[in-house]
């Protein structure tokens, strides 16, 4: 069994506890134009280029001009010479199949920079777009006695089957409008709410995030729905966070051919971000920042 990943390496804290070996999972059903990895989004990869290393000649079919990638003749173009047999900086797919036996041995080797309640987390993406793999992998770094987190946006329905082999569990809460959420990430809110409410009833460690974005959830009236709804969840393994909006993704978007909508009025102030942590703290949520 395989898993398409177009990320891998460590981070500190902010994708679980402690150190942790990170694989970001291809695929995702939502479409956040403000999404910081928008390469993760196609399940079959994207095609990324960079303008200092796109050359005429890795594209026979012509598709390069300009130090530009037209893509509609990659669009009928089954072969894909451009990457096939070539490495290069130029054009490339965002992710690569591996075997699920490979990053097994991968983490074996890592378990020394386990530090601090470290372990692995799967992140992406969506990890439910790989549910299976995603499955297997977690259940075989639980058998190692590895500590085991995942990040996810909280709409398939099959989430709850990875509870029991997630140790430390986040997810994604970006509205609390079922129309604005539509709008904005193109899929119904209800499940989402329904699994946040299934894990912070059976999950020993929750973690729900908000992505406060301006114009597209920072209004006072989303403030109160938002608390509202962590009010009905909440509990001693549930906690809290909001992360503020950042462009950290945005060359990322033209290296994938497609535009960054988002602009200055998505930019969140650090006093809103205080403000609402206060509100939430008020409001008897526990906070926790990562």
């Keep these: 069994m395989k898993l398409k990943i ?22 995702c059903n939502m479409k956040c134009p403000w999404c910081a990895n928008p390469e993760g989004m196609p399940p079959e990869g994207a095609l990324m280029t960079d303008p200092e290393w796109l050359r005429p000649e890795l594209c026979p079919r012509g598709a390069v001009k ?8 990659c669009a009928d173009c089954g072969d894909m010479p451009c990457v096939n047999g070539n490495r ?13 036996d490979e990053l097994v041995a991968e983490i074996e080797r890592s378990r020394m920079f386990f530090y601090d309640g470290g372990g692995i987390t799967l992140t992406g993406g969506e990890v439910c777009m790989q549910i299976d793999g995603a499955k297997e992998l977690l259940r075989r770094a639980k058998k190692m006695g590895v500590h085991t987190c995942i990040e996810t946006n909280a709409t398939s329905p099959r989430l709850p089957e990875l509870f029991p082999l997630v140790d430390e569990l986040i997810m994604d809460c970006k509205q609390c409008d079922p129309e604005a959420h539509r709008r904005w990430t193109g899929v119904p809110l209800e499940l989402v709410q329904a699994n946040l409410r299934r894990a912070c009833a059976e999950h ?10 301006g114009g597209v959830n920072d209004s ?8 509202s709804f962590f009010k009905e969840i909440s ?3 549930v906690s809290f966070e909001i992360l503020r909006y950042h462009e950290f993704g945005k060359d990322k978007w033209a290296q994938c051919g497609r535009d960054y909508i988002m602009d200055e009025r998505a930019r969140i102030e650090p006093e809103r971000v205080v403000s609402m942590r ?3 703290i ?3 949520l526990r906070y926790r920042r990562t």
Excluded at 88 to 100: A, F, T
Excluded at 204 to 213: F, N, S
Aim: proline share 4%.
């Design 282 to 284: 008020e409001a008897g």
């Design 6 to 27: 177009f990320q891998r390496g460590f981070n500190y804290s902010q994708d679980g506890s402690g150190n942790r070996l990170v694989y970001h999972l291809q695929g």
């Design 88 to 100: 290069s900086k130029g054009i490339r797919v965002s992710c690569e199949e591996i075997e699920i």
């Design 220 to 227: 006072p009236e989303d403030e109160a729905r938002f608390i």
């Design 278 to 280: 206060q509100h939430m």
């Design 204 to 213: 020993p460690m929750a973690h729900i995030r908000v992505p406060l974005i």
């Design 66 to 73: 300009d130090g530009k990638l037209d893509r509609s003749v």
């Design 235 to 237: 509990g001693d393994n």
